[in-house]
Structures are given as structure tokens and as C-alpha cells.
């Protein structure tokens, strides 16, 4: 009996965490995911460019242009969910040293142009970017300030704008 209660008592003791939880692993196949390539083409921009998925990673790469009122080529990752803890997103990234973005859509994103969105810089090497999510803010004024975690329902990486040409990798994303 006193061995049950000792073992209850550290239990309740321990702190409880959000369970870390991986979104996307590009390199397993079954884990990767069904990410969606689009372009500001959707409004009538003229960014192009291509999302792929080869050895173990989802690459993103094209030309950004500002031209029309366009400037983002993206891929994203629908019908995910963090845990409802999470307070922050851990991005396995490399590129090209510029500045890329993270999107996220919520329950409260009912609109098309409407996101949350965060910067990381590309580097060169392989190199994990970590992104608390009171760092992703709201497109418009429409949105609350934070996303919540609990409401995140898709996660994209974009190039977004500015005139460039755009290559970035992605091999994992995870919530913690």
C-alpha cells in the first residue's frame, strides 16, 4: 500500500508537458505527408515555381515577383493538429541564407488570404529553426493575436514578399 502511494505521489508530482508531436518527416514516406504546391497565380500574381519531395526533404523553389500585386509561392500541409500545450513549432531547414516564412491556419482563418506567419532565415547547412508560436502573427486585424495551438490546422513554407529568386528545404517539422 505505501509502495502504491509512493508511486502515485511522484507521478502527480511530475510537471506535465505537451507531448512533443511531428508534424511532417520527409524522409519517411509514410510520415511526409500530402503537401499542396500553389502560387500567387490564385489572385493573379506571376511568382512560379515548383514543391518537390526527393531525398528526404520537401523542396520549394521559383520566382517571387511583386509584379500584379503577387509575391509567394508555397507549399502546404493540410489537416494537422498540435498538441494542445505546444508553445512552439522545430523546423529542420536549409537553403539559401535568405528570409523564408512559416504560415499556420487556424480554425479562425475562414478567409483564403488569411494566416498567421512567422520569419526564420534559410541556412546553408542543415540546422533546426525554432519558432514559439507567440512569434506567428496575424495577417489582418481580424485574427485574435496568438494562435492557439489546439486550433492549428495546416502549416506551409513560403517564400513571400519581395522580388527573389526563392530555394528552400524542409525535412521535418515538429510541435513541443
Given at each position: 500500500?505505501?509502495?502504491?502511494?509512493?508511486?502515485?505521489?511522484?507521478?502527480?508530482?511530475?510537471?506535465?508537458?505537451?507531448?512533443?508531436?511531428?508534424?511532417?518527416?520527409?524522409?519517411?514516406?509514410?510520415?511526409?505527408?500530402?503537401?499542396?504546391?500553389?502560387?500567387?497565380?490564385?489572385?493573379?500574381?506571376?511568382?512560379?515555381?515548383?514543391?518537390?519531395?526527393?531525398?528526404?526533404?520537401?523542396?520549394?523553389?521559383?520566382?517571387?515577383?511583386?509584379?500584379?500585386?503577387?509575391?509567394?509561392?508555397?507549399?502546404?500541409?493540410?489537416?494537422?493538429?498540435?498538441?494542445?500545450?505546444?508553445?512552439?513549432?522545430?523546423?529542420?531547414?536549409?537553403?539559401?541564407?535568405?528570409?523564408?516564412?512559416?504560415?499556420?491556419?487556424?480554425?479562425?482563418?475562414m478567409l483564403p488570404w488569411q494566416y498567421y506567419q512567422?520569419?526564420?532565415?534559410?541556412?546553408?547547412?542543415?540546422?533546426?529553426?525554432?519558432?514559439?508560436?507567440?512569434?506567428?502573427?496575424?495577417?489582418?486585424?481580424?485574427?485574435?493575436?496568438?494562435?492557439?495551438?489546439?486550433?492549428?490546422?495546416?502549416?506551409?513554407?513560403?517564400?513571400?514578399?519581395?522580388?527573389?529568386?526563392?530555394?528552400?528545404?524542409?525535412?521535418?517539422?515538429r510541435a513541443e
Open positions: 500500500m505505501k509502495l502504491r502511494t509512493l508511486i502515485l505521489a511522484a507521478c502527480l508530482a511530475t510537471p506535465l508537458h505537451a507531448q512533443d508531436m511531428t508534424l511532417a518527416d520527409l524522409s519517411d514516406p509514410q510520415r511526409a505527408g500530402d503537401w499542396r504546391f500553389f502560387t500567387d497565380q490564385v489572385m493573379g500574381g506571376v511568382s512560379t515555381g515548383q514543391a518537390r519531395i526527393e531525398n528526404g526533404a520537401l523542396t520549394l523553389t521559383g520566382t517571387v515577383s511583386t509584379e500584379n500585386n503577387g509575391g509567394f509561392i508555397q507549399a502546404r500541409l493540410d489537416g494537422i493538429s498540435l498538441p494542445e500545450g505546444a508553445s512552439r513549432l522545430v523546423a529542420r531547414v536549409r537553403g539559401d541564407g535568405q528570409t523564408y516564412y512559416l504560415h499556420l491556419r487556424t480554425r479562425a482563418t512567422a520569419a526564420f532565415t534559410a541556412p546553408e547547412d542543415w540546422g533546426n529553426v525554432e519558432i514559439p508560436l507567440s512569434a506567428f502573427k496575424p495577417s489582418g486585424r481580424m485574427l485574435p493575436g496568438t494562435p492557439a495551438a489546439g486550433s492549428v490546422r495546416s502549416v506551409a513554407l513560403v517564400a513571400y514578399g519581395r522580388d527573389h529568386e526563392a530555394q528552400v528545404s524542409l525535412s521535418e517539422i
